[in-house]
């Protein structure tokens, strides 16, 4: 038997024959004395063709794995439109060199100084240049993409997969994913799981093709990839793989069920989206509402600010659809990781910490007014919420609630309709909200938890960084405090609490979220049905007992430890 030790990434266990993913690669060679025009049109339509694919893929990762996965491609995109990045080519095509070279210099350059960085989220973005350039010169060399030549489902291996790789692949021929590098927070981490694909990263180096064809097991819970196992050990594998088909199946008989715990307290699991194609997934996966509609990608995949009519239309189909289902519209979280050309934002050397958000939003009126109007008139058509992102004090509470006022008065005058009793929430997903939770509660209709902001900001750690990704957990006792105190706060103003970040699809956590009071649980729609059947194993005071339990513990070990051994 022998077992290779990595990061279990993606939850799950397969066997299968293991095949090593093999890449087209694109040979760059330089000429000089090129045709200027010739060649900048060469590039032209290889960024066009690079847009169009983002654009797909994007959609497609909407499809299979959520908005998180689709917002990847989407910052991809906007690589297409920076200006440092571009002009590195254009200098060099106009130095009579050929489009394959410009844009592989160009490339090689802005990954470096990005790597070169001391900010994480900048030093990740190199991995990003990396992708965007190797598929533009894959559009202009003509290059193929590689993919899996095999008739059966194989698992999958690489040194590493970019997002573009992964969510491109035949998913019916990957039963695992296993890589040399790699960790829980990236891209192609999040992929697999949200895809719900067992995959094991950071093998190393001693994995390599030398493996490619051999038998072996992936354990996604350990991290472990295991060749020939003993006897002892492969009955343990096959037992475990059967429970893992048995509560698949169990799932399944969750559909048409309620969301309610063992002893009848009711909670809502909704789904979050970022356009109104999503729709679709959640009614398929049998989501009761939208706990976030994310609505920064109706600007995003614009190349000019999006008309009132055309939000008005996006925001009322997604209504229309829910037939009455509350949807939670969040207003637009522009800025950290999400640059729109168009609205010409100053860059900044801490963009998670600067102009964004609801400070954007408020810093022009007359552009946030069009959004707010929009929401307003598609309240006529459904449960239409309004979400403000990014609150840090109660002034920009206040100052959004009188913009919507503002709007509901010239709204009147027009003769449209809408909900005059709009509820109007804040996402909680900065420690100064956290500390503030009980006056913001007095000012806010509803909460709900971003908890992928909130865990960054409260443990100083970029999700993003490899070298500090163990600080990066929602188990960390200050973590778990802040959303004890969230919760407790909102409940005790009134208000309805809900959680749209990651952690509320975690089925280690769902407990402790129900034992503090939290009614609603956003999420992926594939991840609906497994949170529904956590729910309902549970009562209220078992979830009280352990949650107790968790908060007397002083590590973030110690709390996963608990949570595991409690897991059902």
Known sequence: MKIIQGQGVSKGIEQGTIYFYHRAAAQVEMRTGADEQEERSRLERAKERTAQQLSDMAEKAREEAGDEAAVLFETHAMFLEDEDYMGAMDELLSQGFNAEYAVDQAGQEFAAMLASMEDPYMQARAADIKDVTGRILNNLMGVVEGGIDSQVPVILAADDLAPSETIQLDKSKILAIATQKGSGNSHTAILARTMGIPAVCGLGEDFNEDFHGKQAYIVGETGQLILEPDEETLVSLKARHAKQEETRELMRSMVGQEDVTLDGKRVHVYCNIGSPEDV?????????????????????????????????????????????????????????????????????????????????????????????????????????????????????????????????????????????????????????????????????????????????????????????????????????????????????????????????????????????????????APSILRARKTISQWTKAECDELAEKALACNTAAEVKALLESAAR
């Open 280 to 524: 679709a997934s959640v009614l398929a996966n049998d989501g009761q509402g939208i706990g976030l509609f994310r609505s920064e990608f109706l600007f995003m995949d614009s190349a000019e600010l999006p008309s009132e009519e055309e939000q008005f239309n996006a925001y009322r189909k997604v209504a229309s659809a829910l037939k009455g289902a509350p949807v939670i519209i969040r207003t637009l979280d522009v800025g950290g990781d999400k640059e729109i050309p168009y609205l010409h934002m100053v860059k900044e050397d801490n963009p998670f910490m600067g102009f964004r958000a609801v400070r954007y939003c408020l810093a022009n009126p007359d552009q946030y007014k069009v959004q707010l109007r929009a929401l307003l008139r598609a309240s006529a058509f459904g449960d239409v919420k309004i979400m403000i992102p990014l609150v840090t004090c109660v002034e920009e509470v206040l100052a959004v609630k009188e913009l919507v006022e503002q709007c509901k008065a010239e709204l009147s005058e027009e003769g449209r309709k809408f909900n005059e009793n709009i509820e109007v929430g804040i996402m909680v997903e900065t420690p100064a909200a956290s500390l503030l939770a009980d006056r913001l509660a007095e000012v806010a209709d509803f909460f709900s938890i971003g908890t992928n902001d909130l865990i960054g900001y409260t443990m100083c750690a970029d999700r993003g960084n490899d070298t500090i990704s163990n600080l990066y957990q929602v188990y960390y006792p200050a973590v778990l405090r802040s959303l004890k105190n969230i919760i407790e706060s909102g409940v005790k103003a009134g208000i309805m609490v809900g959680m749209c970040g990651e952690a509320a699809a975690d089925p280690l956590l769902e407990p402790l979220l129900i034992s503090w009071g939290l009614e609603e649980f956003s999420m992926s």
